[in-house]
């Protein structure tokens, strides 16, 4: 066979060439992004922004390029201090190098985000103002600025960490946030503050010293996972949103864990709380949620009057909220277990664990509510009861509280009498008289074994 010449070949050189040219363009692309951007900062993002690369060292570089970058490009900070405050108003990745800190001197935003589909990653963050009323934070996220992505950055100041309002689709992933702690609480801006935005994503962030980690108000399908929160008054605080979720999420040594305010249709599930000091979870006015698999323990406020329901820890607290499943929590070790209040009576409460609560429930009302459900109530860890058939449920009903009880609620200068012989020789007789005319709590299928907290909560 006659070898095929290089003139006849160019034709089919041509032709691959042609084919192959957008891969070895993108490749291209790549690398010099790679050769050109210190990528610590880089790699989550992607090849979203395939515009200019711009590098500053300073805060009046910075401005320029703000104003002047294409949309698309990436601005990096390199190491050094930026005094001010600034504006992003069209699509840019604004990246940073290690020890690149923005410094709001004490007042204002530090950075106003105007501009849908921007990015800030791996930027230290600084010092901005105390005004809450003018929404001075870190980040202030303006109306329709939706697909923003913070990721990485470190913020400490008086203000909001992030105020976001009328937007869809935010991303704010690993994050570290602290607030003021010399500040009183309610005088702190939240960590995450979120205004009627619908479907945001907030994972994996630490969050401290602040007035609310997260609080959420008018939005709608939050998701909320793997964020650590410290020192502040609630560490979820959801009102009037409607369809989120929050897993996964850590809360310790503050006011409350999770409150549910006037929301609907919320997952709240395999969350933890500890040494919270007013409850672990709050369900205010809410509807249709489910609380599973969570861990509630060492809810207690040592210095609370005497009898007073409101200022005791409680391990859940339900006021007013009706057709919530709560079921395959673990609930220990708290002032009270759980209390119910002004017509919690509609919900169902069944395989949770009940473990050596001061008290174990708390029931302001004179109805008769059963806890259990398809023949499955509550593990107690002071029932008394037998199972004679072996069937892993009690043979009698539990009953948490009696009439003696209610009474030294009303009555609390009078509870150090709860020991006395003549009262429990009263409570023993009432309990034989309650069955004949039930009010309260009732349980009238405990649980004999405990449970794993995932099967519980299955």
Request: aromatic content about 10%; overall charge negative.
């Amino acid at each position: 066979m006659k070898p095929m010449s290089w003139s006849s070949s160019l034709p089919l050189l041509v032709v691959l060439l042609l084919l192959c040219w957008p891969g070895l363009q993108a490749y291209g692309d790549d690398q010099t992004l790679s050769q050109d951007v210190s990528r610590g900062s880089l790699n989550s993002i992607g090849n979203d922004f395939h515009g200019t690369y711009h590098s500053v060292s300073s805060a009046s570089e910075l401005t320029l390029q703000l104003a002047q970058a294409e949309a698309g490009s990436t601005i990096e900070l390199q190491a050094g201090l930026y005094s001010g405050h600034f504006v992003i108003d069209k699509r840019l990745h604004l990246a940073a190098q290690s020890g690149a800190v923005i410094d709001a001197q004490g007042q204002g935003t530090a950075v106003k985000i105007m501009a849908a589909g921007v990015v800030v990653s791996g930027l230290t963050v600084r010092n901005w103002g105390p005004d809450l009323y003018q929404k001075d934070a870190a980040f202030l996220l303006s109306e329709a600025s939706d697909s923003v992505r913070l990721l990485n950055n470190h913020l400490t100041g008086p203000g909001f960490g992030i105020y976001a309002y009328q937007l869809k689709d935010l991303l704010v992933r690993d994050n570290y946030i602290r607030g003021d702690a010399r500040l009183s609480k309610l005088d702190r801006g939240d960590g995450i503050h979120l205004l009627r935005v619908d479907k945001p994503l907030i994972s994996d962030n630490q969050i401290h010293h602040v007035r609310d980690g997260v609080y959420l108000e008018s939005g709608s399908g939050s998701q909320v996972y793997g964020n650590t929160f410290t020192e502040q008054q609630y560490g979820i605080h959801y009102m009037y949103t409607q369809d989120d979720e929050a897993m996964d999420n850590r809360a310790s040594h503050l006011d409350g864990g999770y409150a549910l305010m006037n929301a609907e249709a919320i997952n709240l599930g395999y969350n933890r709380v500890s040494q919270a000091r007013e409850f672990g979870v709050l369900l205010n006015m809410t509807n249709n949620a489910r609380i599973h698999g969570n861990q509630i323990e060492l809810v207690s406020a040592p210095d609370a009057p005497l009898g007073d329901l409101f200022a005791q820890g409680k391990g859940l607290f339900i006021y007013g909220a009706r057709d919530n499943q709560i079921y395959g929590n673990y609930i220990a070790a708290n002032d009270i277990g759980i209390a119910m209040a002004l017509g919690g009576e509609g919900n169902q409460v069944y395989q949770n664990q009940f473990i050596d609560n001061s008290t174990q429930v708390r029931y302001v009302g004179e109805q008769q509510v059963e806890w259990s459900l398809h023949q499955h109530g509550n593990f107690w860890s002071d029932y008394r009861g037998w199972d004679l058939n072996g069937d892993a449920v009690g043979d009698s009903i539990y009953l948490p509280n009696d009439r003696l009880d209610r009474l030294f609620w009303l009555y609390p200068e009078a509870s150090f009498l709860m020991e006395s012989p003549v009262v429990k020789l009263l409570k023993w007789v009432d309990s034989r008289l309650q069955l004949n005319n039930l009010t309260g709590v009732m349980d009238s299928y405990p649980l004999m074994n405990r449970q794993s907290f995932l099967e519980a909560s299955q």
